[in-house]
């Protein structure tokens, strides 16, 4: 069968798009998934992302890991999903979408920025070396030195598969402070079992992270990865951190057409 995709990008981070409204698309492969997402076998992505419809939302938002297993909710996904929705011609400049985590609701700017509500966070778990909090999927956060030449993959990889996390896992991210307001951040993350330039679940939680710990003030938090900027903001409610945006770029990259 020969089936239509697209790629979209955010800050590096990019998924394979497919529109299965029509429900064609095999779901429980997870060889074929694997396949589409490999750099060199297949298109290539981080994940690949089902938009489906959905009677109370605008749309449904299935999401799989390049590994081939449906996952926890991912963030610059979610943002780009938006993106594409548009595309279709499924939403405008405003949207309410369901996905794993629950209810989302999102923005596309006339610049093409997407600004995507993200879950309340209402547990931290604050230790003196690492924060661990949910933000639609699950997250260690690290202050480290020396960012720019810290080995990622290697320490994530420990961190990911220590006992501190079980079976499970958990994604890694390692941090280092620019200014007040601004932090360069760079993941690990798992069902990728490796660095992706961007994580916006990742970079949610760092932001979140650094303002329970009093590393900065600020609720309106800026991130540099290493595939672009992004930018975070939220309220914050006794320890409750409630109205979280994820804001920054979601572009179409390339679309085309695969046998499955």
């Not at 590096?12 to 998934?33: A, Q, Y």
């Not at 690949?48 to 605008?58: Q, V």
């Not at 320490?155 to 941090?175: C, D, M, P």
Request: one cysteine or more.
């Amino acid at each position: 069968m020969l089936i239509d995709f697209y790629k979209y990008q955010g800050t590096g981070n990019d998924f394979v798009m497919i529109d299965n409204r029509s429900l064609f698309f095999p779901k429980e492969d997870v060889s074929l998934i694997e396949r589409l997402c490999d750099r060199r076998f297949g298109i290539g992505a981080d994940g690949l992302i089902l938009l489906e419809n959905d009677a109370a939302t605008d749309f449904k938002m299935v999401y799989y890991n390049s590994d081939g297993n449906e996952s926890s909710m991912c963030g610059n996904g979610g943002r780009c999903l938006v993106a594409f929705a548009k595309e279709l011609n499924v939403i405008d400049d405003a949207t309410t979408f369901i996905a794993t985590d629950g209810l989302h609701h999102a923005t596309v700017a006339s610049d093409g920025l997407v600004s995507l509500q993200m879950i309340d966070v209402k547990e931290l778990k604050i230790t003196p070396e690492f924060s661990f909090l949910n933000t639609g999927s699950p997250h260690h956060v690290q202050i480290v030195d020396d960012l720019e030449h810290y080995n990622v993959k290697k320490n994530g990889a420990a961190i990911r598969y220590s006992e501190l996390y079980g079976k499970a896992g958990s994604n890694v991210n390692f941090v280092s402070q620019i200014n007040e307001d601004t932090f360069a951040v760079r993941t690990y993350e798992r069902g990728v079992e490796d660095e992706t330039l961007a994580c916006g679940t990742g970079v949610t939680a760092v932001a979140i992270a650094m303002n329970a710990t009093g590393v900065t003030s600020s609720n309106a938090i800026h991130l540099n990865v290493e595939g672009g900027k992004l930018e975070v903001s939220f309220d914050q409610l006794g320890s409750q951190y409630t109205n979280v945006f994820l804001k920054g770029p979601a572009q179409f990259v390339f679309k085309g057409q695969i046998e499955i």
